[in-house]
C-alpha cells in the first residue's frame, strides 16, 4: 500500500511539470537549432552589409503551476511524520535569472573584409586594439603568407556594449574596407523561456527533495531518487543552454578577414616580324594578382617618335600632344586579365624604338616594379652582293657582268656604295645603273642613297680584255652608313681565264670560282655522260636490230644464189675418160 502511495505522488509531480514545459516544448526546439547555429553564421561571410534592427518582443508570461500546494495536500493523506532518512546532498542551486524585468537579449555578429598593405603591422595592430577592450579576446587566427592571393582571418570576441567601438577601430587597420556585415538576432523570447522552464524544473526538485525526506520505507526513498536524478539532469541541460544564450548575448562576435593589397602586373610583348616602313601591332597585358577588385585601373602606353599610331583595340584613346594611348579599367577582379594592343606604321632613322607601359589603380597595391613594362625594336642593315658572268674570254674580246645587290634588314641603309675593282688586264667600257669609273683605282663605283628593308637591285658593266693569255680576278663590296649585322656576303671575288686565241665558239668547261662551284660542275658534266650512254642504249639498240635485219637478209639471199650457181658448174663440167 505504501509502494502504491509514493508511485502516485511521483507520477502526480511529474504530470504537474509536464503541463509547465508542454506550452514552450517547441521554442524549445527551436532553440536548441538557433542556438547551434549561432556560432557557425558569426563565421559566415556575407557579400553586402546588413543591419537588423531590434523589433521590441512581446514577453510571454508563463504561469507557474503551484506545485507545492497539490504536493503537500497529497504528502499530508499518504505520508506520516517520520524521521527523514540521510539522503544525498543536493548539488549546487542553479542560477535562475529573475525575470521579473525582462532585458532585451540580443546576439550581435558582424563580418569585416580590409585590404592590407602589410599583413603584420595590420596583425599587431588588432593585438594592440584587443588590448584595450576589457573582457576582449581572440577566438580564433589563421594568418596566411603574405602574399596577394591569400586571405588571412581573426575570431574576435567582445563585450556587446564594445561591439561598434571595436568595428570603428578595425575598419582602420585596413587602407580599405571591402565587405562589411553587421547582424542582430533578438533571442528574448527564447531567453524567457528557457528561464522559466528552469524554474519549473527547480521547484520541482525541491519538491522531490521534500518528499524524500518523508518516505516511509526503502522503496518510497529509492524510487523518488531515481526520479530526482532525471530532474537533475533536466536542470543541467536547460541551465547550459542558458549558459551559451547568455555568453552570445554578452560577447559579440566579429570574424576580420585580412585581404593583401593586390598586384596589379603589366606585360607586353616584342613584334615577331616588323620592318621599317611598315605597320605592325603593339600588344600588352594587364592582369591582377590578387583576391579583391582593382577599381579604376589606368593603362598608358607611350610610344617612340617613330611610331606613327593607326588604331588602338578595346576603345584605346590616343593623345597627339602626349603621344599615347591610353585605357581604362572601370573593374578589374581577382585574377582577370586584359590583353589590349595598338596598330602603329615605323618610321624613323635609329636603329632602335621603344614602347613603355604603365599601369595605375585607385585601389591600394601592393608595392612592386611590375607596373611598368618596355618593349624594344631593335632594327638593322643586311646587304649581300650576287656577281654573274662568263667564267672564259679571248684576248682582246668584251666581257659583261651583272651585279646584283639586296637588303635583307628590317630598316634602311642609306648612302649605299657598290664598288668593282677591275684587274690590270681590263679596260672599262661601259656601266649602267649611274655606274662611274674611277681611274685611279681602277674600280666602277655606283652610289645609292638609301636602299630599302627587302630592297632588291641590280647593275652590269661592260670591260676589254687586254691582257696576254692567264687568268684575271675582279672584286666586288657593297658597304653603307649602318653596321652590317651580317657582312659575310658583302664581298665577292670572281676569277677570269683569259684564252690566247678566238674560241667563243667552242664549248669550254667552266671550272667555277669556287672549289665547291668546280665539284658541282664536275658532277653535272658526269651526269650529262650518264644520261646519254642511257639516251643511246634505249634509241640506239632498237634502232641497230631494225636496220640489221635487211643487211642479214641480203647476204642470206647472195648465200644461197652462190650456192646454186656452184652447184650447176658441177654439173656441166665433162666427165673424165680415163
Same mark, same amino acid.
Given at each position: 500500500?505504501h509502494?502504491?502511495?509514493?508511485?502516485?505522488?511521483?507520477?502526480?509531480?511529474?504530470?504537474?511539470?509536464?503541463?509547465?514545459?508542454?506550452?514552450?516544448?517547441?521554442?524549445? %526546439?527551436?532553440?536548441?537549432?538557433?542556438a547551434?547555429?549561432?556560432?557557425?553564421?558569426?563565421?559566415?561571410?556575407?557579400?553586402?552589409?546588413?543591419?537588423?534592427?531590434e523589433?521590441?518582443?512581446?514577453?510571454e508570461v508563463?504561469?507557474?503551476?503551484?506545485?507545492?500546494?497539490?504536493?503537500?495536500? *497529497?504528502v499530508e493523506?499518504?505520508v506520516?511524520?517520520?524521521?527523514a532518512?540521510?539522503i544525498?546532498?543536493a548539488?549546487?542551486?542553479p542560477?535562475?535569472p529573475?525575470?521579473?524585468?525582462?532585458?532585451?537579449?540580443? @546576439?550581435?555578429t558582424?563580418?569585416?573584409?580590409?585590404v592590407?598593405?602589410?599583413?603584420?603591422?595590420?596583425?599587431?595592430q588588432?593585438?594592440d586594439?584587443?588590448?584595450?577592450?576589457?573582457?576582449a579576446?581572440?577566438?580564433?587566427?589563421?594568418?596566411?603568407?603574405?602574399?596577394?592571393?591569400r586571405?588571412?582571418?581573426?575570431?574576435?570576441?567582445?563585450?556587446?556594449?564594445?561591439?561598434?567601438?571595436?568595428?570603428?577601430a578595425?575598419?582602420? *587597420?585596413?587602407?580599405?574596407?571591402?565587405?562589411?556585415d553587421?547582424?542582430s538576432?533578438?533571442?528574448?523570447?527564447?531567453?524567457t523561456?528557457?528561464t522559466a522552464r528552469?524554474?519549473?524544473?527547480?521547484?520541482?526538485?525541491?519538491?522531490?527533495?521534500?518528499i524524500?525526506?518523508?518516505?516511509?520505507n526503502?522503496?518510497?526513498?529509492?524510487?523518488?531518487?531515481?526520479?530526482?536524478?532525471?530532474?537533475?539532469?533536466r536542470?543541467?541541460?536547460?541551465q547550459?543552454?542558458?549558459?551559451? %544564450?547568455?555568453?552570445?548575448?554578452?560577447?559579440?562576435?566579429?570574424?576580420?578577414?585580412? #585581404?593583401?593589397a593586390?598586384?596589379?602586373?603589366?606585360?607586353?610583348e @616584342?613584334?615577331? #616580324?616588323?620592318?621599317? #616602313?611598315?605597320?605592325?601591332?603593339?600588344?600588352?597585358?594587364?592582369?591582377?594578382? =590578387?583576391t579583391?577588385?582593382?577599381?579604376?585601373?589606368?593603362?598608358?602606353?607611350?610610344?617612340?617618335?617613330?611610331m606613327?599610331?593607326?588604331?588602338?583595340?578595346?576603345? =584605346?584613346?590616343?593623345?597627339?600632344?602626349?603621344h599615347?594611348?591610353s585605357?581604362?579599367?572601370?573593374?578589374?577582379?581577382?585574377?582577370?586579365?586584359?590583353?589590349?594592343g595598338?596598330?602603329?606604321?615605323?618610321?624613323?632613322?635609329?636603329?632602335e624604338?621603344e614602347a613603355?607601359?604603365?599601369?595605375?589603380?585607385?585601389?591600394?597595391e601592393?608595392?612592386?616594379?611590375?607596373?611598368?613594362a618596355?618593349?624594344?625594336?631593335?632594327f638593322?642593315?643586311?646587304?649581300?652582293?650576287?656577281?654573274d658572268g662568263p667564267?672564259?674570254?679571248p684576248?682582246?674580246?668584251?666581257?659583261?657582268?651583272?651585279?646584283?645587290y639586296?637588303?635583307?634588314?628590317?630598316t634602311d641603309?642609306?648612302?649605299?656604295?657598290?664598288?668593282?675593282?677591275?684587274?690590270?688586264?681590263?679596260?672599262?667600257?661601259?656601266?649602267?645603273?649611274?655606274?662611274?669609273?674611277?681611274?685611279?683605282r681602277?674600280a666602277i663605283?655606283?652610289?645609292?642613297?638609301r %636602299?630599302?628593308?627587302?630592297?632588291?637591285?641590280h647593275?652590269?658593266?661592260?670591260?676589254?680584255v687586254?691582257?696576254?693569255?692567264?687568268?684575271?680576278?675582279?672584286d666586288?663590296?657593297?658597304?653603307?652608313?649602318?653596321?652590317?649585322?651580317?657582312?659575310?656576303?658583302?664581298?665577292?671575288?670572281?676569277?677570269?681565264?683569259?684564252?690566247?686565241?678566238?674560241?667563243?665558239?667552242?664549248?669550254?668547261?667552266n671550272?667555277?670560282?669556287?672549289? =665547291?662551284?668546280?665539284?658541282?660542275?664536275?658532277?653535272?658534266?658526269?651526269?650529262?655522260a650518264?644520261?646519254?650512254?642511257?639516251?643511246?642504249?634505249?634509241?640506239?639498240?632498237?634502232?641497230?636490230?631494225?636496220?640489221?635485219?635487211?643487211?642479214?637478209?641480203?647476204?642470206a639471199i647472195?648465200?644461197?644464189?652462190r650456192?646454186r650457181?656452184?652447184?650447176a658448174?658441177?654439173?656441166e663440167?665433162?666427165?673424165?675418160?680415163?
Amino acid at each position: 500500500m505504501h509502494r502504491f502511495r509514493a508511485a502516485f505522488i511521483v507520477l502526480f509531480v511529474f504530470a504537474l511539470m509536464a503541463c509547465g514545459e508542454a506550452e514552450s516544448s517547441a521554442e524549445s %526546439l527551436d532553440f536548441d537549432d538557433q542556438a547551434m547555429a549561432v556560432s557557425g553564421m558569426a563565421m559566415a561571410a556575407e557579400s553586402e552589409a546588413m543591419v537588423v534592427r531590434e523589433v521590441p518582443v512581446e514577453v510571454e508570461v508563463i504561469r507557474e503551476v503551484p506545485v507545492e500546494v497539490v504536493v503537500e495536500k *497529497v504528502v499530508e493523506k499518504s505520508v506520516t511524520a517520520a524521521p527523514a532518512p540521510a539522503i544525498a546532498p543536493a548539488a549546487a542551486a542553479p542560477q535562475v535569472p529573475d525575470t521579473s524585468v525582462v532585458e532585451r537579449q540580443i @546576439i550581435r555578429t558582424g563580418t569585416l573584409s580590409v585590404v592590407v598593405t602589410e599583413l603584420a603591422a595590420a596583425v599587431t595592430q588588432v593585438d594592440d586594439i584587443m588590448a584595450g577592450i576589457p573582457g576582449a579576446f581572440v577566438a580564433a587566427s589563421n594568418i596566411q603568407q603574405d602574399d596577394p592571393r591569400r586571405v588571412s582571418t581573426i575570431t574576435l570576441r567582445v563585450p556587446v556594449e564594445a561591439f561598434d567601438a571595436t568595428l570603428a577601430a578595425l575598419r582602420n *587597420v585596413g587602407a580599405e574596407v571591402i565587405d562589411e556585415d553587421i547582424r542582430s538576432q533578438d533571442v528574448t523570447a527564447q531567453y524567457t523561456d528557457l528561464t522559466a522552464r528552469l524554474r519549473n524544473a527547480t521547484a520541482a526538485e525541491q519538491q522531490l527533495l521534500d518528499i524524500l525526506t518523508r518516505a516511509q520505507n526503502v522503496q518510497d526513498t529509492i524510487a523518488v531518487q531515481r526520479e530526482l536524478t532525471v530532474v537533475r539532469e533536466r536542470i543541467e541541460v536547460l541551465q547550459g543552454q542558458l549558459n551559451l %544564450l547568455t555568453n552570445q548575448t554578452s560577447l559579440a562576435t566579429i570574424v576580420l578577414r585580412l #585581404h593583401p593589397a593586390a598586384d596589379l602586373i603589366v606585360m607586353r610583348e @616584342i613584334p615577331s #616580324h616588323f620592318r621599317m #616602313h611598315d605597320s605592325t601591332s603593339l600588344s600588352l597585358s594587364v592582369w591582377n594578382e =590578387g583576391t579583391v577588385d582593382l577599381k579604376q585601373v589606368e593603362v598608358v602606353d607611350r610610344l617612340d617618335p617613330g611610331m606613327i599610331f593607326l588604331a588602338a583595340s578595346d576603345g =584605346g584613346v590616343y593623345s597627339a600632344a602626349a603621344h599615347t594611348v591610353s585605357w581604362t579599367i572601370d573593374r578589374l577582379g581577382p585574377g582577370e586579365a586584359r590583353f589590349l594592343g595598338s596598330d602603329v606604321r615605323l618610321e624613323s632613322e635609329a636603329l632602335e624604338m621603344e614602347a613603355r607601359a604603365e599601369v595605375s589603380t585607385s585601389s591600394p597595391e601592393s608595392v612592386g616594379d611590375n607596373n611598368r613594362a618596355e618593349a624594344t625594336l631593335t632594327f638593322h642593315v643586311d646587304l649581300s652582293i650576287f656577281k654573274d658572268g662568263p667564267a672564259a674570254v679571248p684576248v682582246g674580246r668584251d666581257v659583261a657582268y651583272n651585279l646584283e645587290y639586296r637588303n635583307s634588314g628590317n630598316t634602311d641603309a642609306r648612302n649605299v656604295r657598290l664598288e668593282e675593282r677591275l684587274s690590270d688586264g681590263m679596260q672599262f667600257v661601259r656601266a649602267d645603273g649611274g655606274g662611274r669609273f674611277d681611274a685611279e683605282r681602277n674600280a666602277i663605283v655606283w652610289e645609292f642613297p638609301r %636602299l630599302g628593308p627587302g630592297h632588291t637591285d641590280h647593275v652590269s658593266y661592260v670591260a676589254r680584255v687586254e691582257a696576254d693569255a692567264g687568268r684575271l680576278q675582279t672584286d666586288t663590296a657593297i658597304t653603307s652608313d649602318e653596321p652590317d649585322r651580317a657582312d659575310v656576303d658583302n664581298t665577292s671575288t670572281t676569277f677570269l681565264t683569259v684564252l690566247p686565241e678566238d674560241v667563243a665558239d667552242r664549248e669550254i668547261w667552266n671550272p667555277g670560282d669556287t672549289a =665547291g662551284e668546280s665539284v658541282d660542275r664536275l658532277g653535272q658534266l658526269a651526269q650529262w655522260a650518264v644520261d646519254a650512254g642511257v639516251t643511246i642504249g634505249i634509241i640506239g639498240v632498237p634502232v641497230l636490230v631494225v636496220l640489221a635485219i635487211p643487211v642479214l637478209g641480203v647476204r642470206a639471199i647472195r648465200r644461197r644464189r652462190r650456192a646454186r650457181s656452184a652447184g650447176a658448174a658441177v654439173e656441166e663440167a665433162p666427165t673424165d675418160p680415163a
